[in-house]
């Protein structure tokens, strides 16, 4: 079936560092693909989405690359903040769903100042 | 912008009580979704609903019914506790494949 497998964390960066965080799928045909963050006492809130291949998703400041060849949407940011410390979660929704979410385990970033 | 309201935040139960979790959205959203937290297995669909109606299993739906007999409400409930249902329990609701979901702020459930 569908799945999402992503690094694990945690993930510990000094403030003004590169971010990156791997998030490989496996699923048929192309799937939607989403980054959610879940900020600390929170639920989860979309961060960016890429709905075909080679799209690029972004919002503050952070990135994804839909890469088909690869099965790959990295996030990436430039120069993360204190303020970006949080769990990441990448995510899927199946070619043949409307609602689905098949998520990743989460990645855990923290960033010291 | 009330968004999807989950309650309660916080419960702690009983091995064999039951309860219901409730969960509201005024996006007249069709979908909604229930998910378990659990650590290092990010978030798993429990049970979902496509409509007024209209429900049916996620991936881990034994030991939770659910009912939808209005666009606004999803209830999840727990029959009869047991401690593998210690969880946090996430509600959503989207309208559609491309669209963005939205997440209460979840419950934190633990059962004794």
């Known amino acids: 079936g569908d799945s999402v497998t992503q690094m694990e964390g945690p993930v510990t960066l000094s403030e003004e560092a590169f971010l990156t965080i791997n998030c490989t799928y496996t699923?048929?045909?192309?799937?939607?693909l989403f980054w959610y963050v879940q900020y600390p006492g929170e639920g989860l809130q979309l961060l960016l989405k890429a709905t075909k291949a080679d799209d690029k998703g972004s919002n503050k400041g952070f990135e994804a690359t839909y890469r088909k060849e690869t099965t790959s949407f990295h996030l990436e940011k430039g120069s993360v903040q204190v303020s970006d410390s949080a769990v990441y979660f990448c995510a899927l929704t199946p070619l043949d769903s409307s609602y689905k979410l098949i998520f990743g385990s989460g990645t855990r970033l923290l960033v010291r100042p | 912008n009330a968004g999807v309201t989950q309650t309660p935040k916080f419960q702690v139960l009983k091995t064999g009580q039951s309860m219901t979790l409730q969960c509201a959205q005024d996006m007249n959203h069709e979908y909604m979704s229930w998910y378990r937290q659990d650590p290092g297995m990010g978030l798993r669909l429990i049970h979902y609903s496509v409509g007024a109606g209209i429900t049916d299993q996620g991936e881990v739906p034994n030991g939770y019914n659910v009912s939808r007999s209005t666009t606004e409400d999803f209830p999840l409930r727990l029959l009869s506790a047991a401690p593998s249902q210690t969880s946090v329990y996430f509600c959503?609701?989207?309208?559609?494949?491309?669209?963005?979901?939205?997440f209460g702020q979840g419950t934190r459930l633990t059962v004794v």
């Open positions: 959503a609701s989207t309208n559609g494949r491309n669209t963005e979901a939205f």
């Open positions: 699923a048929t045909g192309y799937p939607s």
